[in-house]
């Protein structure tokens, strides 16, 4: 079956990096966009950031300059570098893709499960 699935979570001191990481796999020919969330207790799931195939990314303003969203289009693997973390960083961090099924010959739209970021001293 189609599936998201993500790692790197942990806990890091603040200050420190990690690295996330989303692998699709399945019968799927095309991804686009992929793009990771998070949420923290009590709050909504807000978009930390996205990339297009064409490379195009954005952030949400309170990543912007620490993390780095990539894509290895051949592997259909989504990284996201967490740099410079702070302690409101922490939070549930999903991976989300929108995702061309070739059996079913349509676009759909994919999570994973979630993998927790914790940023403490």
């Known amino acids: 079956q189609v599936q998201l699935v993500e790692s790197g979570g942990g806990l890091v001191q603040p200050g420190g990096s990690l690295r996330l990481s989303c692998a699709a796999s399945g019968s799927i020919s095309s991804i686009n966009p992929m793009a990771w969330y998070r949420q923290a207790p009590g709050k909504q799931r807000e978009l930390v950031a996205i990339?297009?195939?064409?490379?195009?990314?954005n952030y949400a303003d309170s990543v912007q300059g620490r993390f780095t969203i990539s894509r290895d289009n051949a592997e259909n693997t989504l990284y996201l570098q967490m740099n410079s973390l702070k302690p409101e960083d922490t939070a549930v961090y999903y991976c989300y893709a929108r995702l061309y099924v070739t059996i079913a010959a349509r676009w759909d739209d994919y999570w994973g499960q979630g993998t927790q970021v914790t940023v403490s001293s």
């Open positions: 990339t297009t195939v064409s490379g195009h990314t």
